[in-house]
């Protein structure tokens, strides 16, 4: 199959050069699709000489890219997004908890899975990494329904043995045991990866997190996500939990849980030492400014990017929204109240490659490059008529695309492709 649109591709980081330099676009280009992979990418009409006999499909100006990768969601918080009036611990309790309780019902779990997913693929988020709730029913709901949709997805059953209500809480050798047969029956099947997830260090005992960063030895392949310096009052009690640690970095590095493959959810308020590990080691950051600013909790300094992996993330339900343009929206907005006006080529890239790299994922999606596995989109550069009239404005690429990341939805989402095939939604 040979797609045809505005094509826009990176071969190079547009956070370590300029736009120009890293990011290819053919405003009359196409892509070749063989076997559930890209096979190639080029000007339509050598593309269209060289394949003569190839079925078309012309997107006309749609922008052709690959599709958005999410690097930190709950789905088990679809039902709860947009909860009014709460910080992050007054948040968990009132509105998150209770929710997650309900995934012990397999019918519970399976319908939101479903849910969550098409949300997704509206949106044009063809992989996310998600966490679960600590039911390893969740786990299955999420994997299956991805399986069946034939998805790239992380995810993970949440550790949490401590500080969380009854009938959520597992234990460090249940945890372990339920991750590991989860790992055994999901890791690597298809295209899942397994997350190891503590959900974060407050609700796991030293005893747990050590278990975790066991299980994640035993199995490198597998992510391990968990969350980090949201927000002042959790940086303070985790310095009341673990007294002996230098500071909220220092607990995970204690146990294991940092380095390539490991994704920090937030990362906002971090000190100079834990800056220095984050880059030393490897570990990735999850940026999720929507969440950041709906819960309050602080102004991400995205220039991180430039030593220490970064991805966008919606944080789906702490974050507002399901659309990575509106979140890229959003992480422009916090840019600017720090004095950093994100290019597009700059958001563009941490929604999809950056992403990809922050999972380890980089080599097989986040980019329109031959190899690549086909999860593409087609971005409607002209979805709503506000966003038509100024786009309409455009002398270049870029004035013709932020428009549609400040002001798009799923609107804007012209056509999802996974490994190839088309998306029901979109
Ligand atoms: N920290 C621990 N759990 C959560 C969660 O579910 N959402 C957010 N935003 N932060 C967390
Ligand atoms: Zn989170």
């Known amino acids: 199959m040979l797609l045809l649109g505005q094509t826009l591709r990176f071969r190079a980081k547009p956070i370590h050069v300029g736009p120009q330099d890293a990011v290819l676009h053919d405003s009359h280009g196409a892509v070749l699709v063989r076997d559930g992979r890209i096979a190639a990418v080029g000007p339509a009409a050598t593309l269209r000489a060289a394949h003569p006999g ?12 690959a599709g958005f990768v999410d690097a930190h969601a709950h789905y088990p918080q679809t039902g709860i997004i947009a909860s009014w009036g709460k910080r992050l611990i007054d948040w968990l309790e009132t509105y ?19 849910l969550y997913l098409d949300l997704n693929l509206s949106h044009g988020i063809t992989t996310s990494c998600a966490y679960c709730t600590i039911h390893p029913g969740s786990v299955d709901a999420l994997m299956g329904a991805a399986q069946a949709r034939g998805l790239r997805l992380a ?3 949440v550790m949490m043995d401590r500080n969380a209500p009854e009938g959520l809480r597992d234990t460090a050798q249940s945890g372990h045991d339920d991750s590991a047969a989860l790992i055994a029956r999901w890791h690597g099947v298809d295209r899942l990866t397994y997350a190891v997830t503590p959900r974060f260090a407050p609700t796991s005992s030293p005893a747990q997190l050590e278990a975790a960063g066991a299980l994640w030895a035993a199995n490198p392949t597998c992510l391990m996500q968990t969350h980090l310096g949201e927000q002042v009052e959790e940086i303070a009690w985790v310095g009341r939990l673990f007294p002996d640690a230098p500071d909220y970095l220092g607990v995970y590095e204690r146990f294991g849980l940092t380095g390539p493959g490991a994704v920090m959810g937030h990362a906002i308020h971090l000190s100079a030492r834990e800056i220095a590990a984050l ?48 979140t890229m929206a959003a992480a422009y907005e916090i840019g600017q109240l720090r004095g950093r006006a994100l290019h597009p080529a700059q958001l563009l890239w941490l929604a999809t490659q950056g992403a990809a790299d922050a999972l380890r994922m980089g080599d097989a999606v986040g980019n329109l490059a031959p ?17 038509a009239e100024r786009a309409a404005r455009a002398d270049t690429l870029w004035e013709a695309v932020f428009p549609t990341i400040m002001m798009g939805d799923d609107r804007a989402i012209a056509g999802v492709w996974i490994a190839g095939r088309p998306s029901g939604s979109g």
Do not use: Y
């Open 155 to 157: 995810a993970g059953k």
């Open 279 to 326: 880059r030393d080691s490897g570990t990735a950051i999850a940026h999720c400014p929507t969440s950041n600013a709906f819960i309050g909790s602080g102004l991400f300094d995205a220039g991180l990017a430039e030593t220490i992996p970064v991805g966008l993330a919606t944080d789906v339900g702490g974050g507002s929204s399901f659309s990575m343009l509106r």
């Open 96 to 114: 998150t908890f209770p929710e997650e309780m309900r995934f012990a019902d397999p019918a519970h779990a399976a319908r939101i899975a479903a």
């Open 54 to 65: 190839e079925p078309v499909h012309d997107l006309g100006r749609a922008l052709l890219m």
């Open 371 to 387: 190899g690549r596995e086909a999860d593409l989109i087609a971005l409607d550069l002209a979805s709503t008529p506000a966003i």
